[in-house]
């Protein structure tokens, strides 16, 4: 299970890579893992709707199961990896790189105090 150093992570399993004053939010390897196989992402957000923080952003369906992602921050959608739904599969094969699911401009930064590091999401998930 990998969990790079230079992100933040929440209790729901996303993760987030910060540049500049963009969020880029995804699902974590231990996520993706628990989840199996990766089929669709279902988007209930669009770019420019505005999101609080652990609101609803989209659903991901697996061969098994459906999970929520959460924004973990608050601010705008600036862009949704619709992508991924011609090969969903990557988010299983890459969850910290091409399979990343959308993209915020935070409205409020110091959000991400709330978050954890990598050594804490280790703590959390066994790792």
Known sequence: MVIPENLKF????????????????????????????????????????????????????????????????????????SSINDQASVVNSDPYGEGWLFKIEMSDPKELDALMDAKGYAALVGG
């Open 10 to 81: 929440t209790t729901d399993h996303e993760y987030v890579k910060v540049e500049g004053n963009i969020a880029i939010v995804g699902v974590t390897d231990y996520a993706q893992g628990e989840l199996g196989d990766i089929i669709f992402i279902d988007f209930s957000k669009s770019i420019d709707d505005s999101v609080k923080m652990s609101e609803i952003v989209c659903s991901i369906e697996a061969v098994k199961t459906v999970s929520e992602a959460f924004s973990p921050v608050s601010g705008k959608i600036v862009e949704v990896n």
